[in-house]
Structures are given as structure tokens and as C-alpha cells.
């Protein structure tokens, strides 16, 4: 998500102590792949990387208008017309730091090429060991991703359970843009809605807490989660 995918990296601040949902049993606690412990435990980040693709064509939405004349967003974006994003949440291994690194790209998809090119920013953002937990999608594995995996070395790739996006953090970070930053919004192309993406994404390292929302919004268990101070400045 760095260098060549052009990731925007940020830092959050030490770690909180972890909410998440209570009355029942997470579905796959304790059998995740890349478990958060185990990147702890091996001193290495850990690193959560997902995937969406906003479109141009507007998420429409309840809102304010004069009674009996809503709003009625116009817009002549093709079907599959789209920014296609890429996002990851990290955990630092000692201070457990939570940083936001994410790319765009408005002409392509994320196929497993320009994922292995943006793992391979990201490691130059997150020193010594890397942990990172990808979901069984085909741009997360095959011949060019096991390659970019033989070079380099420092990456370690685990595998989230299947049908399991309540165990990644960053699925929250889509709903909330598409939703909630983007939602009405008409833009006047792909180029533009990229760069709403990207200053929608970006100004959300000014919202403190953000990332460790992310994190209590899913049910993956914050890894040593013994700290005492709850309110984390949010990265990008």
C-alpha cells in the first residue's frame, strides 16, 4: 500500500483495552490464522488487509429535504464504473499501535499483482516481522503472490476461516465510506470520486478513536489487550 500502490500511511496511538461483542462465542476465536496472539508472540505486526470498490453511481440514502420534494441525485455512471481501494489495519508488535494504510486505483482492480505490490510498500512502512491474515480471495494467492512471498521473506501470510468478514477490522472501514462519507454524493467522474475516496480516507486521521472502533466493531480479539487507555488518535 506504499511506494508503488501509493499507500497513505499513518500511526494511531498505543493500544486500548478491547471491547468487542459479549454473550457469545466468536465465530473462529482461537483458530484464525495469523491469529493476533501468535503475531505478538513472534514479535512481528500484524497486519489485516481487505478490499472494495465504491461506485460512481450513487449509494442513495434517506435525507433532509423540503416535505414532498426529495432529492433526486442525477447521475450517468456505467454499472460497474468504480474506485477500486485496498485497506489494511496494523498492530504493532510491542506497543500495539494501530496504523491504516490503503491505496486506490480508479482504472483497475486490485488483481493479485498490484496486492503483492502493495504488501510490498506496506513492508517498507512496518520494520522487522509481518504477519498479515487475507481472506481465501484469488488475489491473495496464486504464482505471483507465493513469488513476492519467496523474495522477500519477511511477510508471513495467514489465512482468515471462510465467510468469516466479522473477523477483519477493516470491513467496517467500507460501510462506513460508502454509507456514510459517499452516500448522495453525485461526482463528475471516476477521477473524481477517487479523490473524494482517498480525502475521505485521509481526513479520518483527525477523528481520534477511529481505528480502535474499527477493531471493537469486529469480533477478532485484540491482541494483549490488557492496556488501560481506550482513546486512540485514529491513522489514515
Known amino acids: ?71 433526486v441525485p442525477e447521475a450517468g455512471g456505467r454499472h460497474r464504473d468504480k474506485v477500486s481501494a485496498i485497506g489494511a489495519v496494523t498492530v504493532s508488535p510491542v506497543a500495539g499501535r494501530l496504523g491504516f494504510y490503503f491505496a486506490t486505483d480508479p482504472a483497475d482492480f486490485f488483481n493479485a499483482g498490484r496486492v503483492a505490490g502493495a504488501l510490498r510498500g506496506l513492508l517498507r512502512h512496518l520494520r522487522g516481522r509481518v504477519i498479515a491474515v487475507r481472506d481465501g480471495g484469488s488475489n491473495h494467492n496464486g504464482p505471483v503472490v507465493r513469488e513476492f512471498l519467496r523474495r522477500s521473506r519477511r511477510p508471513w501470510l495467514g489465512r482468515r476461516p471462510a465467510y468469516a468478514p466479522e473477523l477483519n477490522p477493516v470491513e467496517a472501514a467500507w460501510p462506513w465510506l460508502k454509507y456514510g462519507a459517499l452516500a448522495n454524493f453525485v461526482p463528475a467522474g471516476v477521477e473524481d470520486l477517487d479523490g473524494w475516496v482517498l480525502d475521505a480516507l485521509v481526513g479520518r486521521k483527525h477523528e481520534p478513536g477511529l481505528l480502535r472502533r474499527l477493531w471493537d466493531g469486529s469480533e477478532l480479539p485484540f491482541p494483549g489487550a490488557t492496556a488501560t487507555n481506550p482513546g486512540l488518535p485514529a491513522g489514515q
Open 1 to 71: 500500500m506504499a511506494g508503488e500502490a501509493g499507500v497513505q500511511p499513518p500511526e494511531a496511538g498505543p493500544a486500548g483495552e478491547g471491547a468487542g461483542p459479549r454473550g457469545r462465542r466468536r465465530p473462529g476465536a482461537g483458530r484464525v490464522a495469523g491469529d493476533p496472539k501468535k503475531g505478538a508472540a513472534e514479535n512481528a505486526h500484524l497486519v489485516l488487509i481487505d478490499e472494495a470498490g465504491p461506485f460512481l453511481n450513487p449509494l442513495v440514502r434517506r435525507a433532509w429535504a423540503p416535505a414532498g420534494r426529495p432529492p
